[in-house]
């Protein structure tokens, strides 16, 4: 078994803390995106779990053994790094190897395992090029084959596709999830890009200030954040805040009564998506706000609209490209409508703030 199970972890640089009392368990074959902006934690955690950084506190188990206090090359975990970090005068076999060596495996075995892992990341006929003979992609795919030839318990990914080009890094996160899934390997995958999180995770810890805000599936964790963080740092969310106006119903600091399903004596605060919600010249759902566009962008398969509400509350939508004419026409500056929203579209929130 590779589960991991991280155990009131914390890190601290002098007076700074990176990451505070952080505990997981993480399942064997399960794959866990470490999810935030820069400096929240993900990559120091990450560099601890692999022995790189030692914790100030807290301890780490792999398969049920405490390796806190273990070296790198005694945890038996396989880490793919942001900058892909190969030997330039070594070819694409000799990087592969390299982990090998450092574990003294026998000719034969090293030749076997560097075979398998160019074969599953699709580089058998680079075996003999070096690094500046590749392209950015291919070099990434190297630097996974180096991490899988040693057979670890534990796969880390430290951002590992912030350095490829857009159709490049779907290209290789598909193929990392493919991988992943085929080999059962148990994968920390750090990013601070949501959609990378959302498409290739089972589960998801959000972290912020070297704290974790939220852990889940990803599903769970975009329909239903626990605070402002989370709601504004998946997707984009609108927030209204007020006070709760009787059952089923909370009234807006602007005055507006809205029907909110879950609302409670204790709510502050709501949000809706801008894909939750409708514009129309009629009342369509529960909730019914005048709204003016603002601005509109055109983003292919959505338009992203900008309203402006009641009180000059800044408001948003995203529109479904239908090509059933021009969207950005229909939805031009200055033009009117009516902004609907179902009650069970709302999520609601205890605390103030992100309006």
């Known amino acids: 078994m590779a589960n991991v199970s991280l155990i009131h972890l914390k890190k601290q640089f002098g007076q700074s803390v990176a990451v505070s009392d952080f505990s997981l368990e993480i399942a064997d074959g399960e794959l866990v995106s ?28 792999i398969g049920g053994a405490d390796v806190t206090a273990l070296p790198v090359h005694q945890r038996n975990t396989g880490m793919v790094f942001q900058r892909y970090a190969l030997f330039p005068h ?23 395992r560097i075979d398998l892992a160019l074969d599953m990341v699709r580089m058998t006929e680079y075996k003999d090029r070096y690094p500046r003979q ?40 598909e193929e990392i999830r493919t991988l992943q899934q085929r080999l059962g390997l148990t994968t920390i995958f750090v990013t601070h890009d949501q959609e ?21 599936r990803p599903d769970a964790l975009y329909e239903r954040p626990e605070n402002f963080f989370v709601a504004e740092f998946l997707g984009k969310m609108n927030f209204f805040a007020g006070a709760y106006a009787g059952p089923g119903q909370f009234k807006t600091v602007d005055g507006l009564l809205l029907k909110v399903d879950g609302v409670t004596e204790n709510t502050k605060q709501i949000g809706v998506r801008p894909e939750r919600v409708e514009l129309s010249h009629a009342n369509v759902y529960e909730n019914n706000i005048p709204v003016t566009v603002q601005s509109s962008a055109y983003l292919g398969s959505f338009l992203d609209v900008i309203l402006v509400g009641p009180g000059q509350r800044r408001l948003s939508c995203q529109v479904p490209n239908t090509a059933t004419g021009s969207p950005a026409d229909t939805f031009a500056t200055g033009s009117t409508f009516t902004m609907n929203f179902k009650a069970s579209a709302c999520v609601v929130f205890d605390e103030e703030g992100g309006a």
């Not at 498409?199 to 805000?213: C, E, L, N, T, Y």
């Open 34 to 61: 470490f999810l935030g902006p820069s400096g929240c934690g993900k990559t120091t955690t990450l560099r601890m779990i692999a022995g790189f950084i030692d914790p100030t506190a807290g301890r780490i188990l």
């Open 196 to 216: 990378e999180a959302l498409a290739i995770s089972d589960r998801m810890a959000i972290m912020h200030d070297g704290k974790v805000q939220q852990v889940g």
């Open 134 to 173: 590749l392209s950015g992609g291919q070099q990434q795919r190297v630097a996974i084959a180096r991490a899988l030839a040693i057979e670890p318990k534990v796969f880390l990914l430290d951002e590992p596709l912030s350095n490829l080009d857009a159709k490049l890094r779907l290209e290789v996160r």
């Open 90 to 112: 070594m070819t694409v076999a000799q990087n592969v190897s390299f982990g090998l060596e450092m574990r003294k495996l026998p000719a034969h075995e090293r030749d076997r």
